[in-house]
């Protein structure tokens, strides 16, 4: 009986996966898998490099343009610059780049960065961005680079004044 018992014994063990042996084959598997990535990753970042640079070359064949035309001739040199920002908007376009609309808008700290105040007339344009020193950009919805704008602040004017003025 104690025959038949180690036998049946033998027989589960030899049915049992051999989880050593899976771990060590998962462990191997998943460092191949982390030295590939590592192998790839400056290949695609190379990649991407390469498709937004080729995307700046009709820009740069447009600005060369402009600066061979001729000084004297304000019109040529109009028309280059025109060549110049009609290719960076299809660049921008093309890669999800989009031009922030901040003037008469609220100012919005997350996209925005306030240089100064201005007075303003009215308390409506209070808050309200009044100027666009620099233009700002977004990213597939995620900002680029932060407009920085002239936001307007109201004052009110001390009605003292006014009657003081008014009697003289």
């Not at 104690?2 to 033998?10: A, M, P, Q, R, T």
């Not at 970042?45 to 390469?50: E, K, N, S, T």
Request: hydrophobic share 35%.
């Amino acid at each position: 009986m104690k025959k038949e018992k180690k036998e049946e014994v033998l027989e589960q063990e030899e049915q049992k996966p051999d989880y050593y042996d899976q771990l060590l084959r998962l462990k191997a598997e998943f460092e191949n898998y982390r030295k590939r990535s590592e192998r790839e990753k400056p290949q695609l970042i190379d990649f991407g490099a390469q498709q937004v640079l080729s995307s700046f070359l009709p820009l740069y064949d447009a600005m060369l343009k402009a600066e061979q035309a001729d000084e004297k001739d304000a019109k040529a040199v109009k028309a280059g610059l025109d060549m110049v920002f009609k290719e960076m908007k299809k660049v921008f376009e093309a890669n999800g780049v989009k031009p922030m609309d901040v003037l008469g808008r609220p100012y919005d700290a997350m996209s925005q960065e306030v240089l100064t105040t201005l007075p303003c007339q009215t308390s409506a344009e209070d808050g309200v961005v009044t100027e666009e020193v620099l233009r700002g950009f977004s990213y597939n919805d995620k900002v680029l680079r932060h407009a920085k704008v002239c936001v307007g602040k109201f004052e009110r004017q001390p009605e003292d004044e006014d009657d003081e003025t008014e009697a003289d």
